[in-house]
């Protein structure tokens, strides 16, 4: 391809989620929040106000805290997320799981130094995690710091090989590195242990499609969008394939479901 370094550049803002500006702020250097404020609840959202209730009767319960902010992580409401976590931590600095969570939160925030010092702590907690190497290598990544970023998930992976996120994210990393070949290995490992990762199909079409090997490219789009509909960043991915085979019609009408799509948080699994 003659615009190959453009299509490299281009297809890792469909790959990855760029990260946030980082926090330097360390953890267990904050100050201790004030409980946070009974939120607005929509209806349907049953198990948000038991624990809500639950939190009323007993502030003090720093697992109550925990629960809440983990049911506002799942929703991507992270501010919300992240005064539960801060709270169940003033409460219960022992509290393993709130530190592993906080780290998610505030890495899907854009805080991703805070983020790092959270899964530092869980670590050296529970040095047998294979999810939180997981986690930490991925805000590593987003913050651009592949060598950092590798080290946590091959860490990962000698602790759980089957890992499937952590070969996942290697091959993104050698993406980053322009190394398509290695990069499919990657995707193809991650596939093989788990065939319904969206992610990897997106990512594999990705290497297929810079390697021109387009029918390969949109059979892995149509997978990708097939366990996740209307995902903004596959659809892109998709027209710029359909444009590859000539399919011109075709990528016009890919492109512009893409541009009615909304932009997802889709770069963790977990």
Do not use: C
């Not at 720093?62 to 709270?87: N, P, S």
């Amino acid at each position: 391809m003659s615009y190959l370094s453009f299509v490299w550049a281009y297809l890792l803002l469909l790959v990855l989620l760029a990260g946030g500006a980082g926090e330097s702020r360390a953890a267990g250097t904050r100050e201790v929040p004030p409980p946070p404020a009974a939120p607005l609840l929509r209806d349907g959202d049953s198990r948000l106000k038991v624990l809500t209730h639950r939190i009323l009767n007993t502030p003090r319960d720093a697992g109550l805290y925990l629960q809440r902010g983990r049911l506002y992580l799942e929703r991507g409401e992270h501010a919300a997320a992240l005064a539960d976590f801060d709270q169940a931590l003033s409460l219960d600095p022992a509290l393993d799981e709130a530190w592993f969570h906080r780290g998610l939160a505030r890495g899907r925030a854009g805080r991703l130094d805070g983020a790092i010092a959270d899964l530092t702590e869980y670590l050296r907690r529970r040095p047998d995690s294979s999810l939180a190497y997981t986690k930490r290598g991925v805000r590593y990544l987003w913050k651009g710091e592949l060598d950092k970023a590798f080290a946590d998930y091959r860490q990962a992976l000698k602790l759980d090989p089957k890992n499937a996120e952590a070969h996942d994210d290697i091959g993104v990393i050698y993406i980053e590195k322009g190394d398509a070949h290695k990069a499919l290995v990657s995707f193809n490992r991650a596939l093989q242990l788990d065939p319904s990762y969206y992610k990897a199909y997106h990512n594999r079409a990705t290497v297929y499609y810079l390697l021109d090997i387009y029918g390969q490219a949109l059979a892995d789009a149509d997978k990708a969008l097939a366990l996740n509909p209307g995902n903004k960043e596959t659809l892109t991915l998709k027209a710029v394939i359909l444009e590859a085979m000539g399919r011109d019609d075709e990528a016009r009408a890919v492109r512009l479901q893409a541009e009615r799509a909304r932009p997802s948080n889709w770069s963790e699994r977990y």
